[in-house]
């Protein structure tokens, strides 16, 4: 326990070494205590004390938080109490922190930890910071999703899912496709606008890949993304809507992946899933050798209203200028033209070609395995999408793009790698044009796996699948817009890498004063 003094300034409580601002305070407690005072080779009983412990968040490495405590303490009960007060008064009034939570857990998603994962990392942290949550504990893929639809979401501050990414998917699919059906808003429409949800879901980390978490929070941590969901932590994301003939497939917020990521994923059977996070090694190395390239049209409009390029050096980082000049944008297009989608005016361009891989991504798509992600400069909402497109090339080509994601050099640098940054896109396999063209027998079809006139050549007349945040789409040929803003999270994007504790609480300090 460590003995302070006590002073404020402006909205933090100074202690001996550190500011916290009382948005990052956790909890306040009232402590009572005796303090024995060693006199003369005896314990001898003073007077009473009177205490209270703050609990905080403290920055520690690699952007994860940690929960901290300091014990102030002092004979005079009335000070001690105006104290408690005077700080449990300030907490009541952080009105974005959520007081009640509808928490979905995945227990079969990742290692299987996910239930163990909640109860003793997260609950007793909502506990301590008297959030009261209803949990449930999912019994079969889709549970949340339809609960979401039956249940009162609007008595709840937030939805949290521990799982990943592919959870996180569902709930998300739950809370936007409940706020279009409350709103009458039809989702088979590719160009609805559809209605924002002020929900905002928190995701605990506990599956395979984690990007989501680790695009928006820097670290897949527990209890780092536990502490953003009780500081009330806002960020809001862009999300992908995905059509085949004027039908809805799904939505997207990490990657949209053909070729490459999708035969991971294809490969990648419920059969696997004993591997836990290790099957998409398995797969991708397979998926590497197989080196299978796909011919296809794409056809996208360029983001000409969003600031910034995927060449970017600068990342979208907390509190992001290109990301808040979006809102700004979004925000006078909605008073202007209301919920009335509006027509871009920008041309379409289009692009044919033999692809190893398209990737289309709303974020960066960093996670463990690439903490740089897919696609670095990718804005979390920005109204825009980074594609990807990733022409044949040699697999020795191919690999040095792979191993690029992993250390500093720039993945784009390549002259089989274009990338674009768009608001829509449009993509039709080879075999699907032949296919509405009658130019491909049925036989063919069925039958003609592989290229007959090139044998070695690895390319592939069957289609590829589109990996939509780690799920399968049941269509090759694919519509997608990027609704700028969709949904919110509980996280405040990735900080500013702090070097050291103390620099850290000084920036605190600064930025205070
Ligand atoms: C020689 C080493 C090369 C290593 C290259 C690694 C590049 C990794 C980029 C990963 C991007 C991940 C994008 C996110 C996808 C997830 O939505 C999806 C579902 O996740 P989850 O529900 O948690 O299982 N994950 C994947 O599709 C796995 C891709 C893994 C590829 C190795
Ligand atoms: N109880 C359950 N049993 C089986 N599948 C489930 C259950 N709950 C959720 N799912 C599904 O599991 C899929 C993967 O979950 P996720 O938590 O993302 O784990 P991982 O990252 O390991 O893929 C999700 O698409 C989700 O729909
Ligand atoms: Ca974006």
Redesign the pocket.
Known sequence: MKELVLFTVKSCVHTENCFVPISEIIAVEEREFNKKQRNIGRWQKMAKLHAFTVYYVKRARNHRWRCSDVTFWCVDEHLCNQWTQALKESLEMQKSRPKQLLVYI?????KRQ?KRIYEQKVAPLFNLASISTDVVI???????KDNLFEVNIYKYDGVVCV????????VMHGLIGRMQKDSGIDQNNPKASLVQCNIRIGIIP?????CICYSTVGISDPVTSALHIIVGDCQPLDVSSVHHNNTFLKYSVSLLGYGFYGDILKDNSEKK?WM??MRYDYSGFKTFLSHHYYEGTIAYQPAKRTHGSPRDKESCRTGCYICKKSEKQLAEQTKEHGLKHEEGEEEWKVIKGKFLAINAVNMSCACPRSPKGLSPAAHLADGSADLILVRKCSRFDFLRYLVRHTNQDDQFDFPFVDVYRVKCFQFTSKLSEDNESNVMDIGKKRFGQFCRDHPACCCNIVNSTWNCD??TLDSSAIEVRVHCQLMKLFARGIEENCKDEAACSQSSIEQLL
Do not use: I, Q, V
């Open positions: 995945n227990p079969y998603g990742g996910g999912t019994e079969h893929a889709n549970h949340a799982g990943g990414d592919g959870m996180f998917s569902e506990a599956g395979s890949t984690d899933r836990g996070p780690g799920e």
